[in-house]
């Protein structure tokens, strides 16, 4: 299965990835896929979220080329980040194929 397959159905299922990303491995909760500049991209919050009181979220928003990303797996007991990017970080997408 292709990374941009695994990361749709990771949206279509709320589940967060494992990926390497420039040789370190990480997680992260994908919100939309699509093309961006005419390369595939993912809007996706990198990091752990506890969903603890208290305890701020420990990531960031990124838009991502998905060539960038190896290694991609959906995790199933994660918790997925529910919080939603604002337009700069949105932007970067521009031919929405999926997003929550």
Known sequence: MSAYSILRTAIEQKK?????????????????LG??????????????????????????????AVSELSDVKLLADEPFHQGHPDAAQ???????????
């Open 16 to 32: 967060v990835v494992a990926f390497t990303l420039h040789d370190k491995p990480q997680v992260g909760s994908p919100h939309a």
């Open 35 to 64: 093309k961006g500049d005419g390369v595939e991209k993912v809007l996706m919050y990198r990091g752990v979220d506890t969903h603890e009181k208290r305890v701020p979220a420990q990531g960031q928003w990124d838009c991502l």
């Open 90 to 100: 949105r932007a970067g997408i521009r031919e929405v194929d999926i997003e929550l």
